[in-house]
T-cell receptor, first 113, second 114 residues
């Protein structure tokens, strides 16, 4: 059983640009969440998708958007990048909507200069 | 907003000593999960607690969920160097819409001195 894979692993972007991060969820998992983790902090919930529909969102502006595809893979898009967007972006998947733990990917380290 | 506080932020112990991290939520939780993140790594799921007053054990690790479902603790007995990392609690708030993103604490960094 493969785990959660994310690409790319590292990325450098310029302020104002747009970025797309990708995630393949673990086999059998149809719920995908995205988190932003600043250095030395806990992950912060961005949003969650279940069966291709966004069903939860944290306190992030609309320039953070996403998609989930029929194979349950997912994308996180960030427009108009700001310096404070520099962080580790983590994708996490789980089976269904019940009481299950999440499997996290290794993350994408985004640096905005 | 909804918050999950975790203390201490850092804990230095000698190898073989015990370790405890505490987690407190500003609101009642549906359930709480614990994760471990090694330096340079990603969070790894340890356990989930759902019931009021629940206690679960995994070898040297003991997890507790408070009666009011607002606090939790993780206790490690006789720490080993492999226990090094940051331990996060992550609360799931009650929501009407079914979405239940995790609200993480800031984590407790466990540093072990041999």
């Amino acid at each position: 059983e493969t785990g959660v894979t994310q690409s790319p692993t590292h990325l450098i972007k310029t302020r104002g640009q747009q970025v797309t991060l990708r995630c393949s969820s673990q086999s059998g998992h149809n719920t995908v969440s995205w988190y932003q983790q600043a250095l030395g902090q806990g992950p912060q919930f961005i949003f969650q998708y279940y069966r291709e529909e966004e069903n939860g969102r944290g306190n992030f502006p609309p320039r953070f958007s996403g998609l989930q595809f029929p194979n349950y893979s997912s994308e996180l898009n960030v427009n108009a990048l700001e310096l404070d967007d520099s962080a580790l972006y983590l994708c996490a998947s789980r089976r269904g909507q019940g009481h299950y733990g999440y499997t996290f990917g290794s993350g994408t380290r985004l640096t905005v200069v | 907003g909804q918050q999950v506080m975790q203390i201490p932020q850092y804990q230095h112990v000698q190898e073989g000593e015990d370790f405890t991290t505490y987690c407190n939520s500003s609101t009642t939780l549906s359930n709480i999960q614990w994760y471990k993140q090694r330096p340079g790594g990603h969070p790894v799921f340890l356990i989930q607690l759902v019931k009021s007053g629940e206690v679960k054990k995994q070898k040297r690790l003991t997890f507790q969920f408070g009666e009011a479902k607002k606090n939790s603790s993780l206790h490690i007995t006789a720490t080993q160097t492999t226990d090094v990392g940051t331990y996060f609690c992550a609360g799931v708030m009650y929501s009407g819409g079914g979405a239940d993103g995790l609200t993480f604490g800031k984590g407790t960094h466990l540093i072990i001195q041999p």
